[in-house]
């Protein structure tokens, strides 16, 4: 009776935690109820919470701040302008998750975004984009699945607002209810009308959320997000009244005035990002499995690769538009590692070995399933995850696909484990592990891909490296790194054997350097010299430094990739090495009349012929430097 009445004496009520899902009237920080979200928008609450940052900040022990989030925010332009004014000259990015046709709103005080989606751009190159209809013949045929990625994104989104933030679309029918009040067509739509229009229009939103504002009319881009979104729920939902999606149109718009009206507006733009990441994020691209390394953040697993074409485009778009952005290719929160995306890469250019080697595994590891699980589809990205992340121990395996399938919330999920399922799932990977026969045809498999697979990886380097904008390097990804996602890419790293190779890299030439590519020692040596570079010559790589594609000639001139900074630092990077085995024949790179010396082997390379098979000889890709004329 003591704890009673002290309990209910407090500013909160305790319940049972399964209530949280429909009856929580506090924001979270997506479903961790343990996060309640502050009102950053109040300006006390923005002085407390960012007082040491900017105390930081002013003393320049920082220069520059990670802005994680901005989607949540109530108003992120207010938010960063106030930011920005209080440290004007911070450097200021912000981790949006842009679609791959969004573009950062022009207003936000900001050098650009955390990288993403320069991750997605660059990771796409990879990608054979000649064989997207061979590889999703190969994925149907093995799952039986013809789901497109976009009605798995519908669906996830609609279970993310039922399972995980039901409670946030309780709250927005309450306050919808209380304006249809005020009008007089709509105030006799029932509240379960109310809330399944709302929860359509949510799925329907192609990004991750609006950027409308109280004082100001809506960006031309937000109205037609909200055009699109309102078109594709009335096609969806055919049984709701299409004239309540237009009156939410004008709502979500800012087109109806009133208080409770532009709050409506605010709390929808605040609850798309969640739904998004929810349903996507952390749920669709854990059930279609096409191609695995495309199903990264920020990504569009629908898509399938980027020509050289438009990589320049995007870059020389980069430049002119945020050109200190930041260039990121691992992070905290990617799906997998650089590394094990630029080996998954290779699948998309052998779509024939690659079908054989799962229909051969899959019958050789039959015997092991229980009741027919695990499923075609997770079984498919189990061998995927092995094809990319080998070698990799037995233990890591099974706590990555026991969390992929409880994402994908298809036979499991988090809150209510499927013991019978899980332990299905498990016994199957520990006994396909312990089956020697298999591990050695994966073994047989995996052992071309290696080399391929690190030369796309020292080419996603040297293209974070020497792009618009400042690279990031997440912690570990300094060496060969096969992590998958998280806890697996927070794992201690060994710092003691990172210093040790970079020290020994003062006394190797390159062939040494080569010589030792198993232990990741070319990735190191590329990322120092490139940085060194950075740091001797910054006006190179500047954000006036500019993007000027190069015209690389001959028979395989579509395996390379090649571009100037500064008109005196010119990149050369191999893609789609599965399919010309390296030999580059009469293929050059078109580079200004003079002498070029490449900081990888310290050669010097004189034009008009500047043959790609003298310049990538000696090591995969190339950094050159002019040098002056004397």
Wanted: with cysteine.
């Amino acid at each position: 009776k003591v704890i009673d009445r002290l309990l209910a004496n407090q500013h909160y009520r305790l319940v049972y935690w399964r209530a949280a899902s429909r009856d929580l009237n506090y924001r979270r920080f997506f479903s961790i109820n343990s996060l309640a979200a502050l009102c950053a928008e109040k300006d006390p609450v923005f002085e407390q919470t960012h007082a040491r940052i900017m105390d930081w900040l002013a003393r320049r022990i920082i220069d520059g701040v990670r802005i994680d989030h901005p989607d949540g925010l109530k108003d992120p332009d207010a938010y960063l302008r106030r930011l920005h004014k209080a440290a004007p000259h911070a450097w200021i990015v912000v981790e949006k998750i842009l679609h791959p046709k969004e573009q950062l709103p022009e207003a936000w005080p900001v050098a650009g975004t955390t990288g993403y989606d320069f991750l997605n751009q660059a990771a796409g190159l990879f990608i054979d984009r000649d064989n997207k209809y061979m590889m999703s013949a190969v994925y149907e045929k093995f799952t039986g699945s013809r789901t497109s990625f976009d009605d798995h994104v519908y669906q996830c989104k609609h279970l993310a607002m039922e399972k995980l933030l039901g409670a946030d679309i309780c709250r927005m029918t309450g306050l919808l209810i209380q304006i249809c009040e005020k009008h007089l067509k709509f105030r006799d739509y029932t509240r379960a009308e109310l809330e399944a229009a709302t929860r359509q229009l949510l799925a329907c939103i192609p990004v991750y959320r609006t950027y409308v504002r109280k004082d100001s009319p809506p960006l031309k881009a937000d109205r037609q997000t909200i055009a699109e979104a309102v078109t594709l729920a009335k096609t969806r939902s055919p049984a709701i009244d299409p004239r309540l999606f237009d009156f939410l149109s004008e709502l979500c718009l800012g087109s109806i005035e009133g208080d409770p009206e532009s709050e409506f507006m605010l709390r929808f733009q605040q609850i798309s990002g969640p739904v998004m990441a929810k349903g996507v994020e952390d749920t669709a691209f854990y059930r279609y499995h096409r191609l695995a390394c495309l199903n990264e953040v920020g990504g569009d697993p629908s898509s399938f690769g980027l020509s050289a074409a438009s990589f320049h485009d995007a870059m020389m778009a980069r430049s002119h538009q945020c050109p200190a952005a930041m260039l990121a290719s691992s992070t905290h929160d990617t799906k997998r590692s650089e590394d094990v995306r630029a080996r998954l890469a290779l699948l998309s250019e052998i779509p024939d070995k690659w079908a054989a080697a799962v229909r051969r595994w899959s019958r050789q590891n039959s015997i092991y399933k229980k009741q027919d699980f695990p499923d075609r589809n997770i079984e498919y990205l189990l061998y995927q995850t092995l094809a990319g992340a080998w070698p990799v121990d037995e233990n890591r395996a099974c706590a990555y696909i026991q969390k992929a399938a409880r994402e994908a919330r298809e036979h499991t999920c988090w809150e209510q484990p499927d013991t019978n399922y899980e332990e299905a799932l498990l016994g199957f990977t520990r006994n396909i592990f312990s089956d020697t026969f298999f591990v050695t045809d994966l073994e047989a498999f995996v052992e071309p891909l290696i080399t391929p697979g690190r030369i796309n990886s020292l080419s996603q380097v040297l293209l974070k490296l020497t792009a618009p904008g400042v690279p990031d390097f997440y912690q570990g990804s300094e060496l060969w790194d096969l992590s998958l996602v998280d806890p697996d890419n927070r794992r201690p790293v060994d710092f003691g054997l990172r210093r040790r190779l970079l020290e020994s890299i003062l006394e190797m030439n390159t062939d040494r350097i080569m010589a030792q590519m198993d232990t990741g020692l070319p990735k190191m040596y590329l990322i120092r010299q490139a940085l060194g570079l950075r740091k001797q010559h910054p006006q190179l790589f500047a954000p006036d430094a500019g993007y000027q594609p190069l015209k690389v000639t001959g028979v395989n001139q579509d395996h390379a990739v090649s571009f100037l900074r500064g008109k005196q630092a010119a990149v050369i990077v191999p893609r789609l090495v599965m399919g010309f085995s390296g030999a580059w024949s009469d293929t050059r790179v078109n580079l200004p009349r003079g002498s070029w010396k490449n900081i990888f082997t310290k050669e010097i390379f004189a034009g008009p012929d500047f043959l790609m098979e003298h310049i990538l000889n000696r090591f995969p890709v190339a950094l050159l430097v002019k040098i002056p004329d004397a």
